[in-house]
T-cell receptor, first 113, second 112 residues
Framework: EPEVTQTPSHQVTQMGQEVILRCVPISNHLYFYWYRQILGQKVEFLVSFYNNEISEKSEIFDDQFSVERPDGSNFTLKIRSTKLEDSAMYFC???????????FGPGTRLTVL | KNEVEQSPQNLTAQEGEFITINCSYSVGISALHWLQQHPGGGIVSLFMLSSGKKKHGRLIATINIQEKHSSLHITASHPRDSAVYICAVRFPLSGSARQLTFGSGTQLTVLP
């Protein structure tokens, strides 16, 4: 059964460093999403992406964040200069259309020291 | 403000019990998802529904659009059902037709 994959599963970085989180969505899906979950808190929407551009983003998704689909399979989230408060679990999701079920990856746990 | 409320926050049951988890939301939605989050953190989609009822194995999800309420039921619960169950909705009127708004989750523990 097709699934969303994410790498790495755990990333540890120093404050101020850039990190890139990678996702491979389900192959025939067209809509891609990033969510994050700070430990003990709700899952929060960051950004959605369709047709090679951002379609929606939340207040959290400020200038230090960017997303890219560099090739036909990967979908990446870049955090330019990490802060302590960026420590969280980051989930990628994809769906076949904007109104279809979203399928989630296993997540990347980001720890900023 | 578009909000999603879940209850209870924590639920402990004995194996075999019938379990109900509730979700209510503040305004009209286009779809509601029930998700399961495992102890390791991974999220699995259980159901997406916009009306009526869906069943998959021992899991049943219902939604009442007029009352802005959904329930997730687990019949004949088992210790392997222990997880966090999350309700997430898509609010169509905010212009955010794709993003999900999440509830805070219900931690379910099923004891053998």
């Amino acid at each position: 059964e097709p699934e969303v994959t994410q790498t790495p599963s755990h990333q540890v970085t120093q404050m101020g460093q850039e990190v890139i989180l990678r996702c491979v969505p389900i192959s025939n899906h067209l809509y891609f999403y990033w969510y994050r979950q700070i430990l003990g808190q709700k899952v929060e929407f960051l950004v959605s992406f369709y047709n090679n551009e951002i379609s929606e983003k939340s207040e959290i998704f400020d200038d230090q964040f960017s997303v890219e689909r560099p090739d036909g399979s990967n979908f990446t989230l870049k955090i330019r200069s990490t802060k302590l408060e960026d420590s969280a679990m980051y989930f990628c999701a994809s769906s076949g259309s904007s109104y279809n079920e979203q399928f989630f990856g296993p997540g990347t746990r980001l720890t900023v020291l | 403000k578009n909000e999603v409320e879940q209850s209870p926050q924590n639920l402990t049951a004995q194996e075999g019990e019938f379990i109900t988890i509730n979700c209510s939301y503040s305004v009209g939605i286009s779809a509601l998802h029930w998700l399961q989050q495992h102890p390791g953190g991974g999220i699995v989609s259980l159901f997406m529904l916009s009306s009526g009822k869906k069943k998959h194995g021992r899991l049943i999800a219902t939604i009442n659009i007029q009352e802005k309420h959904s329930s997730l039921h687990i019949t004949a619960s088992h210790p392997r059902d222990s997880a966090v169950y999350i309700c997430a909705v898509r609010f169509p009127l905010s212009g955010s037709a794709r993003q999900l708004t999440f509830g805070s989750g219900t931690q379910l523990t099923v004891l053998p």
